[in-house]
């Protein structure tokens, strides 16, 4: 009955002590699920899928990005260019690039007026600077260029025809290569002057002789007598010349005359025969006939130099009491 009684004692006492203060807690590790595992960095994923034996290779974030980008804007385009590409040649040297097969494809040269040689089946043209070309196959196209008529310098290329975009390439020259092209050009162009030149001033002569067959005063000249010292002269045989106008210009005259076939036979007039006389000939013309019979005439047309102090016309002075 004592320990009975001693125990219950015991629990009453502790009682009140225990409801004064808390438990000690014992707090428990969380319970996580397989997506929470699966991103923690520290710890392996667990597929729930079956392993097929395929590695797959790492993916780059930037493509990721992109992905992300267009998944976001779905109706945007995206563009790739291509600029153009310039390549160093030297004439002499082959060189060999690539351009686009079933494309036109576009050449720009250091020359002014590039021609082409070759004998390829590909298509070429030339615009100012430009050379165009354009293969239907990859058989590589070998040509030549070269600045005009000049052979001296030639570049050499072989193009090499590929399935990529059409393509544009700019041919630079070393600096040696340049000053040579630069002063054949200069030299070129001092030549295709003076041919202008020369061809303007034969057509000029030309409208000259014209007018003056179909009796006319060409424009800038005035018709007088001639003077004494004015006469053409010529060294043929049985030739009669006579001087019966003159027409003055600015810096040349034109002499008038008749030449007429003196002998018996048919005479076929020589117009060089006058030219050997005087220095300061320009051309010489007949109208109508060259060939003369016996006792014909024809006009003869002398174009000379004038003397600058004689094209020269003296004004009368107003205070001396000059008239016009």
């Known amino acids: 009955m004592k320990p009975i009684l001693y125990s219950w004692l015991l629990l009453t006492m502790a009682g009140p002590a225990w409801a004064n203060d808390e438990l000690p807690v014992t707090v428990l ?3 996580t699920t397989v997506a929470e595992e699966s991103s923690s960095p520290s710890q392996p994923v667990a597929s729930s899928q079956p392993d097929l034996g395929i590695e797959l290779p790492p993916v780059d974030a930037s493509v990721l990005r992109a992905a992300k980008q267009q998944a976001a804007a779905p109706n945007s385009v995206s563009a790739t260019s291509i600029g153009p590409q310039h390549i160093a040649v030297k004439p002499g ?25 070759t004998t390829s089946q590909a298509t070429t043209s030339t615009k100012g600077k430009i050379v165009y070309v354009a293969t239907a196959d990859e058989t590589p ?3 030549y260029i070269t600045p005009g008529d000049n ?21 630079d020259l070393d600096k040696d290569s340049y000053q040579l092209l630069n002063q054949w050009q200069r030299s070129d162009a001092g030549n295709r002057n003076s041919g202008q030149q020369e061809q303007a001033y034969i057509s000029q002569l030309k409208t000259l002789f014209r007018d003056l067959g179909l009796q006319k005063t060409p ?10 010292q004015e006469q053409i002269r010529c060294l043929q045989d049985r030739v009669q010349i ?29 117009e060089r025969s006058c ?19 016996p006792q014909e005439a024809t006009e003869l047309y002398v174009v000379v130099r004038q003397a600058p102090e004689a094209s020269i016309n003296l004004r009368p002075s107003l205070l001396g009491g000059g008239q016009p």
Do not use: C
């Open 151 to 171: 052979q001296d310098i030639a570049l050499s290329l072989t193009l090499i025809p590929k399935r990529i975009p059409a393509r544009e390439i700019h041919l």
């Open 29 to 31: 590790p969380p319970v």
């Open 275 to 293: 030219a050997t006389t005087q220095q300061d000939v320009l051309a010489i013309s007949v109208w109508p006939n060259v060939v003369l019979k």
């Open 141 to 143: 196209v070998t040509l």
């Open 93 to 117: 040297i082959n060189e060999l690039m690539p351009i686009a097969v079933g494309h036109l494809n576009r050449l720009v040269t250091p020359f002014e007026h590039p021609v082409v040689t």
């Open 219 to 228: 424009a800038g000249y005035s018709l007088r007598e001639p003077k004494l």
């Open 242 to 270: 006579k001087t019966g106008q003159v027409l003055e210009g600015q810096d040349r005259l034109i002499l008038v005359g008749l030449a007429k076939n003196t002998g018996g036979d048919m005479l076929e007039f020589d």
